[in-house]
């Protein structure tokens, strides 16, 4: 087994530095400091999303976020919880697709004692027997929460639709997968899936760098385990669903192929979801809700996986005004290709600025942000590079791209009394 070496990099911009550090293990460390801050946050993810869970058990990866927390190492379940309360840790646990991830933000003084918590659950947790049917029974009361709103009833069949019923498959599972999962499912699915190589464990925050590597490398140098196998996935193929339910509302989800965040040009893609979609000055919001009525909600958004991405979009309506209000909307994606204004794009660009000040005031947000880069990318984007990147973006450009780049392959789910007339399939 060839063993890579201990590497170190810096990435560094006036007032933002990002420090990348790789174990020996495989498991890649992102650091930014953010000494103006008080705070400090974390998030360590690795390659056991839903994708990974075998066909019959829908729902093992999330439940797994439920049982890795009830002890581990030296603590007990109920130590487990008082220390991330002593802390003060605002913490979370969740699966995407193919990630499963744990974090926290905390007072930046307990950002090494909080590492060290999870270092203790993330490789050596207890998964108590008498507590697996707790953790089943919460997992069943959020599929059941989310079987019984619509509007997620509508975009989780969509996403299977987009992506395929392995790629897409729900986070919150199935209540047979649920029902059918053992201890010793939990046990071979953490043995399989939770390795360092791969993994991520980014930090931002006030914090001396030196230290914190040091502490991570005592934490996690001596963990083991290959990276773990690549997955097969599946693709999904334009079609059309309609969930017959007697309501006075239908909710409409629609999907189509996009580049996805890794792509060169995503950024032309997102311009033009940003005409469509972002403030209430958008096109959809304007000329969908406030102009002609016809909902009381309409949105679009990208969305991606390692290798593909789509944009996703969803209007709640009444039965009498859904026809007009699909009709419409596709209308107004299409029309992108056809020009935008020079204010609709300048719009958009104080939008993304602005929040890329905000991300710099917020740990847990840059956090988010150097994980997905580096999943997707394979490196960190700095705050300074979107920035430039979206400075230099033109009108010319944006309707070039989406003139090449033609909005096919919808897919559209719908819930309510009626299906509707889904022309983008004929």
């Known amino acids: 087994m060839n063993i890579p070496t201990v590497t170190d990099s810096v990435l560094e911009v006036p007032a933002e530095i990002v420090h990348v550090h790789t174990l020996a293990n495989g498991l890649v460390i992102l650091a930014q400091p953010m000494h103006w801050l008080r705070t400090a946050a974390f998030s360590l993810a690795v390659h056991a999303g839903v994708q990974a ?18 002890g ?14 002593n802390l003060g840790l ?34 050596r947790p207890h998964f108590p027997e008498d507590q697996l049917e707790d953790a089943l029974q919460v997992s069943m009361q959020e599929l059941r929460a989310v079987e019984d709103e ?3 009833q509508v975009m989780l069949r969509l996403k299977q639709l987009q992506y395929g019923p392995l790629s897409g498959r729900p986070s919150c599972g199935t209540a047979e997968g649920i029902e ?3 201890l010793q499912d939990v046990i071979d699915f953490y043995k399989a899936r939770y390795r360092p190589a791969g993994a991520i464990l980014a930090i931002a925050g006030r914090f001396d760098w030196d230290e914190v590597r040091e502490h991570c490398e005592a934490l996690f140098g001596d963990w083991s385990g290959e990276k773990a196998s690549e997955l097969k996935l599946d693709l999904g193929k334009p079609a059309y669903e309609h969930i017959s339910q007697e309501s006075s509302q239908t909710h409409i989800g629609f999907s189509f192929d996009a580049a996805p965040f890794r792509d060169p040009n995503f950024y032309l893609l997102r311009a033009g979801v940003g005409v469509l979609s972002d403030g209430m000055s958008s096109r959809l919001f304007d000329r969908v809700r406030e102009q002609r009525g016809l909902c009381y909600t309409v949105s679009a958004s990208t969305h991606s996986l390692y290798d593909r991405g789509a944009i996703f979009g969803y209007a709640g309506t009444t039965p009498e005004r859904a026809q007009e209000t699909l009709d419409v909307t ?4 299409q029309a992108i290709s056809q020009g935008i204004e020079q204010a609709e794009l300048d719009r958009w660009k104080v939008r993304v600025e602005s929040s890329l000040i905000m991300e710099q005031e917020s740990c847990a947000s840059a956090v988010a942000s150097m994980l997905s880069d580096w999943y997707h990318r ?3 984007v700095t705050a300074k590079e979107i920035e430039a990147i979206i400075e230099s973006i033109t009108v010319d450009q944006v309707v070039e791209y989406w003139r090449k780049n033609p909005p096919k392959n919808f897919r559209l789910v719908t819930l309510g009394q009626s299906p509707l007339e889904f022309k983008p399939l004929l």
Do not use: F, K, N
Request: proline share 5%; net charge negative; hydrophobic share 35%.
């Open 378 to 380: 394979g490196r960190v």
């Open 53 to 70: 869970e075998p066909h019959d058990r829908g729902g093992l990866a999330g439940l797994m976020c439920e049982m890795i927390q009830r």
């Open 90 to 123: 605002d913490h979370s646990a969740g699966v995407s697709s193919t990630l499963a991830s744990y974090g926290a933000t905390m007072p930046a003084e307990a950002l090494t004692d909080a590492l060290s918590l999870y270092a203790e659950i993330l490789r």
């Open 330 to 333: 596709l209308r107004e994606i």
């Open 72 to 85: 581990a190492g030296p603590y007990s379940s109920r130590d487990v919880v008082e220390l991330q309360d």
């Open 150 to 152: 619509p509007t997620q």
């Open 180 to 182: 059918s999962i053992t």
